[in-house]
């Protein structure tokens, strides 16, 4: 009957082991049956003496203390009504408050507080109604008793109540601090994630890159190695120069893995700053690069900076493989909050340019998401292709 609510019963009296709370409760009880056997014993008012019967409603009033914490409700009601029948047999008075006062704090510190106050309430009009047609003085029963023995019940709920809000408090406490925990392995998985997809995004762009830049080179081996061999060592040169610059940034990138802490000073894998040897290297592919800037070039983030440049390096890389083009025009123009980029190139265009479907153009998109810029594909048969980019100056955490 109304066993005692959530971590009630099993922490046993907020942490306490089983143990120590049945020799708490034990040590209670005996307290309760030795104060009202004292009070039966003094034998003031009652129209009976005190007997066995008498005595055995002090013992069962402690025992009813080794129930209290697994059923608060069933302690107190018992408790009460063991308190009615005493008066009701005409026993000598022991008091109210006191033999109730345990029963009263476990239940309202086991969220039965409506019903503790109902108790309390019930017994104090029962009894001073019972003492009134007695023929005790009503003045001194509502002036002095009644106020001292209401309030000490009071003390009682509301000293039950307060350890209940400290526990729920206290265990409240407890369930945030383990979601901020879990937030904190949650974000700290998400960001393992991001970077494993930012180094998949480096390799892949570095080796699409340098791929494009071989097969063109050994296509022009290939077709004048006979004929033309300095138009062959030259390609072969081309291609060299391009595997060592890939070889080059696939070692930052490992680098950056094994320690990032190593590599907070240096220059990302791919920067900017770069983009004069990218445009040598396809102008030796024959693909003439023309860089061009405008405003005043601030220190970018890193992420920002590794992105601009691979932006332009796709955009390359597409123009070189796809679009048949001769010539790209690359422009980085710096306004107060933004880096714009914008790559066009004379090849054929077409209308597969702007369904965005391809890896590459996919990756720029979600590179440029990242950092809260975007990436705009456009193209028309015969105008070539034209990429346009927007870049924040500063990445907010």
Do not use: W
């Amino acid at each position: 009957m109304y066993p005692a609510e959530g971590g009630y019963a099993a922490g046993m009296g907020n942490g306490q082991g089983p143990r120590r709370a049945l020799v708490i409760d034990s040590l209670l009880g005996a307290t309760v049956s030795v104060t009202v056997a004292v009070a039966i014993t003094v034998d003031i008012g009652g129209s009976r003496g005190p007997d066995a019967v008498a005595y055995l409603f002090a013992v069962c009033l402690g025992a009813l203390m080794l129930v209290r914490r697994q059923f608060p409700v069933l302690a107190l009601t018992a408790t009460a009504v063991g308190l009615l029948a005493y008066y009701a047999a005409g026993y000598p008075t022991i008091g109210l408050a006191l033999p109730v006062a345990a029963a009263l704090y476990s239940a309202a510190e086991a969220g039965r507080l409506s019903i503790a106050v109902a108790t309390a309430g019930l017994l104090t009009l029962v009894s001073v109604g019972f003492r009134i047609r007695e023929g005790e003085d009503p003045a001194y029963l509502l002036g002095v008793e009644l106020a001292s023995t209401f309030g000490l019940m009071a003390v009682a709920i509301a000293l039950g109540g307060a350890v209940r809000a400290t526990r729920l408090l206290r265990a409240e406490q407890e369930r945030s601090a383990r979601r901020a925990a879990e937030e904190r392995e949650r974000e700290a998985r998400r960001r393992v994630e991001e970077e494993r997809l930012r180094i998949a995004r480096e390799l892949h762009d570095v080796l699409a890159h340098t791929v494009a830049v071989v097969s063109v080179q050994a296509d022009v081996a290939t077709e004048s190695i006979a004929d033309d061999p300095e138009a062959a060592r030259a390609a072969l040169s081309v291609i060299r120069m391009a595997s060592d610059e890939a070889v080059r940034d696939l070692q930052n990138t490992l680098s950056l893995l094994r320690d990032p802490h190593e590599a907070d000073g240096r220059s990302p894998t791919g920067s900017i700053r770069h983009l004069d040897a990218l445009a040598e290297t396809m102008a030796g592919s024959g693909l003439a690069v023309e860089v061009k800037v405008e405003g005043e070039a601030p220190p970018l983030p890193a992420v920002v900076d590794t992105t601009a440049y691979r932006i332009v390096q796709e955009s390359l890389t597409n123009a070189l493989q796809h679009a048949n083009a001769s010539r790209v025009a690359v422009t980085l123009r710096y306004d107060d909050q933004r880096l714009r980029i914008t790559v066009c190139d004379d090849g054929t265009g077409g209308a597969d340019a702007t369904a965005g479907t391809g890896r590459g153009i996919r990756g720029m998109r979600e590179r440029a998401s990242l950092l809260g810029g975007r990436v705009d594909v456009s193209s028309q048969p015969g105008a070539g292709f034209r990429v346009e980019a927007s870049l924040p100056l500063e990445v907010r955490s």
